[in-house]
């Protein structure tokens, strides 16, 4: 399959605890893109990449959340101290360069449920 | 904030009929997106329009845009029982800021066979 994954599926964790998410673009996509959807929503833009440089932050992403891409190739994100207010599923997508093509390719996302 | 605004919020009709979903936006825009998603499962893409572009067909797709009224439809020809799903528009802005799709609430389609 050469399709965005993401991992885990699924998450439950208590209020407080840390969580880490990870993102593996599709090949040769180097832009990479982090969203975050509730229930009844549509989804909300946090981050993206251009290769390993973090180049937008939503104000959405508060300090709690943070998001790498080391290599220009997987991405992780975390977030800290985890509150009930964070559970949503958590989405990544991936595209080409921006000025060569626009559409972005979604992975099949992270649920996130805190207790 | 979302932008897109999407009508109706909900849809349902009988199996072979069409479905028309209508979309509308605040700022300028690059391009328009349509995306589908199943029942707890991540986004897929259907068709892009770019600003300049009125009209777009892909199989049993038709798109349209009006800049000028900042709005968008999304027509859904011969409705299949697969076709259930909610459906989303996102924008793509012109202009600086974050590269991000803005994403509406999406129209929750539900097709009766």
């Known amino acids: 399959d050469t399709g965005v994954s993401q991992n885990p599926r699924h998450k439950i964790t208590k209020r407080g605890q840390n969580v880490t998410f990870r993102c593996d673009p599709i090949?040769?996509?180097?832009?990479l893109y982090w969203y975050r959807q509730t229930l009844g929503q549509g989804p909300e833009f946090l981050t993206y990449?251009?290769?390993?440089?973090?180049?937008?932050k939503s104000r959405l992403l508060s300090d709690r959340f943070s998001a790498e891409r080391p290599k220009g190739s997987f991405s992780t994100l975390e977030i800290q101290r985890t509150e009930q207010g964070d559970s949503a599923m958590y989405l990544c997508?991936?595209?080409?360069?921006?000025?060569?093509?626009?559409?972005?390719?979604f992975g099949p996302g992270t649920r996130l449920l805190v207790l | 904030s979302q932008q897109g605004e999407e009508d109706p919020q909900a849809l349902s009709i009988q199996e072979g009929e069409n479905a028309t979903m209508n979309c509308s936006y605040k700022?300028?825009?690059?391009?328009l997106q349509w995306y589908r998603q199943n029942s707890g499962r991540g986004l897929v893409h259907l068709i892009l329009i770019r600003s300049n572009e009125r009209e777009k067909h892909s199989g049993r797709l038709r798109v349209t845009l009006d800049t000028s009224k900042k709005s968008s439809s999304l027509l859904i020809t011969a409705s299949r029982a697969a076709d259930t799903a909610s459906y989303f528009c996102?924008?793509?802005?012109?202009?600086?800021?974050?590269?991000?799709?803005?994403f509406g609430k999406g129209t929750h389609l539900i097709i009766q066979p």
């Open positions: 996102a924008t793509g802005y012109s202009g600086g800021g974050a590269d991000g799709l803005t």
């Open positions: 700022t300028s825009i690059n391009n």
């Open positions: 090949s040769e996509h180097n832009r």
């Open positions: 997508a991936s595209s080409v360069d921006y000025k060569v093509q626009e559409t972005q390719y």
């Open positions: 990449f251009q290769n390993e440089a973090q180049l937008e």
